[in-house]
Every structure is written in C-alpha cells, then in structure tokens.
C-alpha cells in the first residue's frame, strides 16, 4: 500500500518594515500561521524595504506579508511592490496587516496587496485568506 502523496506546505515570509518597534501582534500571527501548518519566516523587526524583497525571493515564499503599524503603509508598500516586481514575485500572494485606515485598504488592494488586515483581525480569518487564494 503506498501512501498518499503529502502536499507541499504553503511557505510565508513575515516582515515588519521600517523603524516601527512594536512586533507583538507580528509574533501572535507568526504563531497562528505555524499552528496552521504553514512554513512561516519571519524576519524581525526594522527591516528595509530591500531586504524583505530579497528575503521574500530567497525563501521562494508564496506569501509575502508585511505588518505594519507606524502609519507609513502606503509609502512602505509602494517601494515594497517595486521591488518584489524587479525581483518576478509580482504573481505571489502579497498581504499587509497593521494600523490601516478604512480609506487606505483599497490603495493598498490597487497596489497589489490582495489581502488586507486591519489592527484587531482574527487570525482564522488570515489563515482562510492565505488557503483560499495561493494556488
């Protein structure tokens, strides 16, 4: 009897970009990510938008996600995106989570960021999110 063939793990790269010191919240769905199975990097705190692309390229994450509380998402996830496209990760899942005004989640959405996750989510709903939509 043969056994069944495992699927691969879902691979997400976590980052917390800027000078914004607070990663509590980051942690909580790093450990929420793993709990669900998935294979989860996470890259600590304070890190340029240069280094999460390279990151993100190197563990050939499907998820590339960024919490971000210091206010400054749009600019953040603007050079972000830049970089994943030079890099061809334009076509993997890209999510941002943190204190994001209701009036900002469609800037983000329009900049590629198809998932987006204000401070308070539940963390089953990120988990849904992240199974319903890597392919």
């Known amino acids: 009897m043969t056994e069944p063939k495992s699927e691969r793990r879902i691979k997400i790269l976590l980052a917390k970009p800027g ?5 509590v919240g980051a942690k909580v769905v790093v450990q929420a990510l793993m709990e669900a199975g998935f294979d989860v990097v996470y890259t600590g705190l304070r890190q340029t938008p240069e280094a999460i692309a390279t990151a993100a390229a190197e563990a050939r994450a499907d998820v ?24 061809g990760l334009y076509d993997k899942l890209w999510i941002v989570g943190g204190n994001i005004p209701e009036d900002d989640r469609m800037v983000l959405r329009q ?20 199974r319903e939509n890597v392919k």
Not at 19 to 23: A, I, P, V
Not at 118 to 130: C, E, H, K, L, Q
């Open 111 to 130: 900049l590629g960021f198809r998932g987006v996750f204000p401070t308070g989510s539940r963390t089953a709903d990120i988990v849904s999110f992240i």
């Open 19 to 23: 000078l914004d010191g607070h990663d």
């Open 64 to 87: 590339i996600g960024l919490s971000i509380l210091s206010g400054a998402h749009i600019p953040l996830c603007r050079r972000i995106r830049e970089l994943l496209q030079e890099k």
